[in-house]
């Protein structure tokens, strides 16, 4: 099965293991994958995350450790894909949007990588708009 969008089904699979309350989740794992997790970690919506290579089959495989609250309140609340590879989103560095106001995080892919909505903004770098977090 070939997967025309990749970082919805990581957005999709997170999404779905938080509000299921599952402690890790497991995907095919890539650079990019790599660095948005690097980033949700970093923002404090995930507890950690590991690439590995299984030996059974090809491809490294990315586990992600959700973070909830002592009371089993999840880290994030909603997730969304902006740019999709039917419909490429990009924004200018002074049209990048908020989210939530600030509470949440629009995650960039610039030329210099993926940057949240703050660090693109202080680069002054546009870029297209991978996903939000909040």
Sequence with gaps: MSMSDPIADMLTRIRNASSAKHEKVLMPGSKVKENLAKILEKEGFIAGYRMSDAADRPGSVLEVTLKYSPTRQAAINGIQRVS???LRVYRRADAIPRVLGGLGVAVLSTSKGLMTDRE?????????????VW
Excluded: D, T
């Excluded at 693109?120 to 939000?132: D, L, N, P, Q, T």
């Design 120 to 132: 693109a903004r202080k680069a002054h770098m546009g870029g297209e708009v991978i996903c939000y």
């Design 84 to 86: 999709k590879p039917g």
